[in-house]
């Protein structure tokens, strides 16, 4: 590692590259830290596999492929880190599955190529399969299938559940079977939050509700400043946490809110053993309460029309009282099923896409602040000039590292943002005074 003197944030989109190294099963290893041109890596709450993932953009001059040779297989470790913010160098280390997009040159003495990068532990769980019987909280099964399918050194985080049952699983992948385990699960304290998400980032492997994730301290702020707001006297700290692009990228659909069960939905289980049928219901404008979310408002009104029925998707689900003799039952939909498709889907209301200056303490599933502008006219001497519902407290859903080393070194992150609730009440009445800024909310009902 560096000397602390040498431990400085130089310029905006500053970053560290110490190595890049590219290691061939067959033994041989070689630095491609001067060969590369740009890479990437992406962390992601809901990919399909829930691993880490990347790409690296190879010039080559000297046949690497042939003499490595690179067929599949290799190991890429990547040591960086943003300076002058305190953090240490982080190494990430991923697998080669794919080569893409080779291109030779006009001279044919050199080669563009991507190389596609995934998670080791992925692909270990492409070729294993798990036909085994476990027992306890599906926080513990979790914890048992890492460990019988995956490699010793891996790490994970995991928040304990409520649900004890006895799981059988059918000749399943072991990524597959802890992406089954996050349906059934909500989390042992109270409000037993049951949006549980299972995926990797660039620490560990993370087994945590959406719930809690919501509760965690922000970890950075960065704002969208008006031009008529900048000033040239702005410092390097002030430019590293401002929003370099902009993009809103998903706004409220409440068609497919009422169709995916966000606002009420119906569960029907029919006991096979017993014969009987029992029913619950969700309603969001109560079952919101029930969760944990990023602010504690919801996204829509106290009386909006989206709640006023109890009615929705039915879903259906079966039971077996004394299904095992050896060990209770405890497993029970009612508890999580209806809640768990409202919840995760809540997120998808409201998403925003942000190029800030590259952070290599920046984790897929973190709290960030944003304030975003408003959307009017503004004068140079307003205070107010942020949107009070489209600002506040969002949670990452994927973050990918870009890193350009074509030119020197330029690293930014591209954050995929995502919220559940708002920062300010939505009124229930509210009266807008032509095209002027003079509004009035007329009425905000008592919760009850």
């Not at 385990?181 to 990797?200: D, E, G, K, R, W």
């Not at 995916?260 to 309460?289: C, E, M, P, W």
Request: proline share 3%; glycine share 6%.
């Amino acid at each position: 590692m560096t000397n602390q003197e040498q431990d400085v944030y130089r310029k905006l989109n500053d970053a560290e590259v110490s190595s890049i190294l590219l290691t061939s099963p067959q033994g041989g290893e070689v630095e491609v830290k001067d060969l590369a041109v740009s890479l990437s890596i992406f962390e992601d709450l809901f990919s399909a596999s829930g691993s880490l993932s990347g790409y690296i953009y190879i010039s080559d001059s000297i046949n690497l492929i042939s003499h490595l040779p690179i067929i599949g297989g290799e190991s890429v470790s990547i040591v960086f880190r943003t300076p002058g913010i305190g953090t240490e160098y982080i190494t990430v280390k991923l697998m080669v599955v794919a080569i893409q997009e080779r291109t030779r040159s006009t001279s044919e003495r050199s080669e563009l190529y991507k190389l596609v990068l995934a998670s080791e532990q992925i692909v270990q769980s492409g070729l294993q399969r798990v036909s085994k019987v476990y027992k306890g909280k599906t926080s513990d099964i979790f914890i048992n299938v890492i460990t019988d399918y995956f490699s010793e050194d891996t790490k994970y985080l995991v928040e304990e559940t409520k649900e004890d049952m006895k799981l059988v699983v059918p000749n399943m992948e072991p990524v597959t079977v802890l992406n089954w385990l996050c349906s059934m699960s909500t989390s042992s304290t109270s409000p037993h939050n049951a949006n549980y998400v299972f995926y990797q980032s660039i620490d560990h492997f993370n087994f945590l509700s959406l719930g809690s994730l919501s509760q965690a301290t922000t970890s950075k702020a960065y704002k969208l400043t008006p031009t008529g707001i900048r000033t040239e006297s702005s410092t390097l700290l002030d430019q590293f946490n401002n929003i370099q692009d902009f993009k809103i990228s998903r706004d409220f659909h409440r068609l497919k809110d009422v169709t995916s069960g966000v606002y009420s939905s119906r569960l029907y289980t029919h006991d096979i053993t017993t014969k009987q049928i029992n029913v619950s219901a969700f309603n969001y404008g109560s079952g919101f309460y029930g969760s944990d979310h990023l602010h504690e408002n919801p996204t829509l009104a106290k009386q909006s029309p989206f709640t006023a029925f109890q009615d929705g998707p039915t879903l259906f689900r079966p039971l077996q009282t004394q299904a095992f003799e050896d060990y209770p039952e405890f497993y029970n939909p009612h508890e999580h099923v209806l809640k768990r498709k409202s919840s995760t889907r809540s997120y998808s209301q409201k998403g925003l896409t942000i190029r800030v200056a590259g952070d290599s303490s920046l984790r897929a599933g973190m709290i960030v602040d944003i304030t975003v502008t408003s959307n009017e006219p503004l004068e140079s001497t307003d205070t107010e000039f942020f949107d009070k519902y489209m600002s506040g407290r969002y949670m990452i859903g994927s973050v990918r590292h870009s890193i350009d080393l074509s030119s020197g070194v330029e690293y930014t992150c591209i954050l995929d943002l995502m919220s559940d609730s708002h920062v300010t009440r939505i009124p229930d009445q509210k009266t807008m005074l032509g095209t002027s800024k003079s509004s009035s909310d007329t009425q905000l009902l008592q919760d009850t």
